[in-house]
């Protein structure tokens, strides 16, 4: 094959599955794996991809990046909102459901808000807000308890920090529904705010079950900061346009891999 061709065979790959590993791409091509790293240098200098350890990936944002509540909305709507229509399947009356900031995880406010009679916790004021304008619209079938835990807000709406912390190592909760700014193979689950991370940390350690919802521009992201590694997740649900080798990796790290729609 001749460079050229392999080249674009290899941009091809990142655009697919936004994370390829340099082994699978040798295997693919029929070349060695100094061929690959070769090949994926020359791609980085043109812009095309990014390198990381063992692979290559979708160039992105700096890992400090972090988007705002209402631009983040407004992508990805219906992949959204067919993982919170599955992650509500999970949810049964009396239940005492965590739910951390995000635009995915406030789908999911909006399945639930019309659902079983549960306790939420969350450090998102949007969702806090949902559930009440539910209930006093009377839209609701049950009235359910939502506590609203404080902190400093960040640009995604987030309530984190300190004082979130520490109500959260109060608490027990049967299920974590975890919104991620990034998954990667290597960094696990990521946020761009250090101290988002902290409180969604200690939101996964009070709660029995970790379960991630993210869509599949999520994968191949690197946030500053760890929340998780993937292999903490007991669930992930995400898209039908995750790529192969990005469910590769999930069914081999985590509990469950579920695709919404």
Do not use: C
Request: proline share 4%; net charge negative.
């Amino acid at each position: 094959m001749l460079p050229a061709a392999r080249h674009q065979a290899i941009v091809d790959a990142v655009q697919r599955e936004r994370v390829v590993r340099v082994s699978d791409l040798a295997q693919q091509l029929g070349v060695s794996l100094m061929t690959v790293r070769r090949d994926i240098e020359v791609l980085e200098d043109g812009g095309k991809l990014e390198r990381i350890h063992g692979g290559a990936k979708l160039p992105g944002d700096a890992s400090t990046h972090e988007p705002g509540f209402e631009l983040k909305s407004t992508q990805l709507p219906g992949e959204k909102r067919a993982i919170a229509v599955e992650a509500a399947t999970m949810v049964h009356e009396g239940m005492a459901v965590g739910l951390s900031a995000g635009t995915t995880t406030w789908a999911l406010a909006k399945e639930l808000a019309n659902g079983p009679r549960i306790t939420v916790v969350t450090n998102s004021v949007r969702t806090a807000d949902l559930f009440h304008h539910s209930a006093a619209a009377g839209s609701a079938r049950y009235a359910s308890t939502v506590i609203l835990i404080g902190g400093e807000r960040t640009p995604s709406d987030a309530l984190v920090g300190p004082i979130a912390t520490a109500a959260l190592k109060q608490l027990h909760l049967d299920v974590l529904f975890l919104g991620v700014h990034g998954m990667d193979p290597d960094a696990g689950f990521t946020t761009p705010n250090l101290l988002e991370a902290e409180t969604d940390r200690a939101f996964v350690a009070a709660s029995r079950k970790l379960v991630i919802l993210a869509d599949h521009t999520k994968w191949g992201t690197q946030g500053m900061s760890t929340i998780a590694a993937l292999d903490e997740a007991d669930e992930i649900i995400s898209d039908p346009g995750l790529g192969a080798e990005a469910r590769r990796v999930l069914q081999e790290k985590v509990g469950r891999l579920r695709i919404a729609g």
